[in-house]
C-alpha cells in the first residue's frame, strides 16, 4: 500500500522537520506494509524502518505517479490555511491544496489533514478555497482550538478533531537545564510577509538590546540563538547572525540547524528561559517546561498561549518588541520566571496520538 505525504518538506525548517517525524513515528504503529511517498526538497531526517520514497515538490511527472498508485493522502502538519502575505503566492498554494484534494476524492481515496493550523482568512477568495478544501478532507485533526472555532463559523466542523502539534509526540531524551542560559529564536519577519528586509534591523536592534538586558543581569548568564530555519530564502541563520554581532560579547553563541529534531528539541530542554519568535521555538520550550515569552507575530503563537494558558506577561506584541519593549519584559522573565510558565504543563494535556479512522478499510491492518 502506497500513501503519500505532502507538506513543505526538506526545507532545512526544524518545524516542519519534527512535525514528519513524529507522523511518521506515529503512522508506522497503526499502519504496516506501507510505502510513504513524501514530497521533499531534500531528504529529511527519518525514523528508522519505513518504505520510503522521496517525491521532489511542485507538479511534476514524480508527483502525478506518486498520487496515482497511492490509496491514501495526508496533509502533515503546520498552518497550511492562512492568507496573508503575498497574495498571488497564497491563492496559488490555497488552490494547490483544494485542487489536490478534490482530485483525490474523485479517484476514490481518502484525504487526512494531520495536525495543521487553519487561521481564519479575511478575504472572500481565501475563504472560499479554504472552506472548500475542508469540506472535501475525509478526516481534519487540528492542533489548536483557535483552528477549531475557525472550522466551526465556516460550518465545515464535523469531520474535524482537536489534537495537538504533531511535534507534541516527537520522542526524545531530555538535557539537564544550564543555569542562566537564555533560549532565543528569532525570524526576519518582514523580509518574508512583507518584502522589506530593512525594517528587520528594527528586530535585530530590539532582540540585542533584551540579550544585554539578559547578560547584564548577572556575569554567568549566557545566551544562544536557536536557527529553527537553516535555508535560504527564509531562513534565520542571518538575522540571527546579526544579532550575535550587535551584542557583541563572548557569552552569546548561534546554535545551527540541525536535521534531527530531536537534538534540537532537547538542546532548547537545557536553556533555564527562552524568548521565542518562532512557533516550534515557543513549543519546544514548552515542551520542557522552559518559562518563556512568545512573540505574536501570527495567530497560531496566540493559539498556543490561549490553549497552554500562558499569563498576559508570556506574550509580547511585535510591534512592542519594535517599540523596544522586549528588554524590561526579559529583565522580568529573569527575576520572576514562574510568571511565565504555562498553567497547563505539556505532561498533563498530552493525549495519544491522532488515529485513522476506525472504519477506514487498509490492507494490511
Not at 498554494?93 to 483525490?104: C, E, G, S, W
Not at 528539541?265 to 512568545?294: G, T
Request: proline residues 4%; aromatic residues 10%; charged residues 30%.
Amino acid at each position: 500500500m502506497d500513501v503519500l505525504v505532502m507538506g513543505y518538506y526538506g526545507w532545512n525548517n526544524t518545524g516542519d522537520d519534527a512535525m514528519l517525524y513524529s507522523l511518521l513515528d506515529g503512522l508506522k504503529e497503526t499502519l504496516s506494509d506501507v510505502r510513504f511517498n513524501i514530497t521533499a526538497a531534500s531528504e529529511p531526517f527519518l525514523p528508522g524502518d519505513l518504505d520510503v520514497r522521496i517525491v521532489p515538490p511542485g507538479i511534476s511527472p514524480a508527483l502525478l505517479m506518486a498520487f496515482l498508485r497511492s490509496s491514501m493522502v495526508i496533509l502533515g502538519g503546520g498552518t497550511h490555511f492562512f492568507d496573508y502575505g503575498k497574495t498571488s503566492s497564497r491563492i496559488m498554494r490555497l488552490a494547490q491544496i483544494l485542487i489536490m484534494t478534490l482530485t483525490a476524492r474523485l479517484t476514490r481515496k481518502r484525504v487526512y489533514f494531520m495536525g495543521v493550523g487553519i487561521e481564519r482568512p479575511v478575504h472572500r477568495w481565501s475563504k472560499f478555497l479554504i472552506k472548500n478544501t475542508c469540506r472535501l478532507a475525509s478526516k481534519i485533526v487540528v492542533r489548536d482550538s483557535n483552528s477549531m472555532r475557525v472550522l466551526s463559523e465556516m460550518g465545515v466542523n464535523e469531520r474535524a478533531e482537536l489534537s495537538h502539534d504533531l511535534s507534541f509526540f516527537l520522542k526524545y531524551e531530555k538535557r539537564r537545564r544550564k543555569r542562566g542560559l537564555l533560549g532565543v529564536s528569532a525570524m526576519p519577519y518582514f523580509r518574508i510577509y512583507g518584502g522589506d528586509g530593512k525594517k528587520d534591523e528594527l528586530l535585530v536592534r530590539a532582540f540585542a538590546d533584551a540579550i544585554r538586558s539578559w547578560l547584564a543581569l548577572d556575569d554567568e548568564n549566557t545566551a544562544r540563538l536557536f536557527i529553527f530555519n537553516g535555508r535560504e530564502p527564509n531562513d534565520d541563520r542571518r538575522i540571527s547572525m546579526r544579532i550575535a554581532r550587535e551584542v557583541n560579547d563572548d557569552r552569546v553563541r548561534v546554535e545551527d540547524y540541525r536535521p534531527d529534531p530531536r537534538e534540537t528539541i532537547a538542546a532548547v530542554a537545557s536553556c533555564d528561559a527562552f524568548v521565542a519568535m518562532k512557533f516550534h521555538a515557543a513549543l519546544f520550550a514548552y515542551l520542557n517546561d522552559v518559562p518563556e515569552i512568545i512573540v505574536e507575530y501570527a495567530a497560531k503563537n496566540r493559539a498556543l498561549v490561549e490553549d497552554a494558558g500562558f499569563g498576559r506577561n508570556a506574550i509580547i506584541d511585535l510591534d512592542d518588541v519594535c517599540n523596544g519593549e522586549l528588554s524590561g519584559r526579559v529583565e522580568d522573565l529573569y527575576r520572576n520566571p514562574e510568571d511565565y510558565m504555562a498553567a497547563r504543563r505539556a505532561s498533563e494535556i498530552r493525549g495519544e496520538f491522532p488515529s485513522l479512522s476506525d472504519d477506514l478499510p487498509l490492507e494490511g491492518r
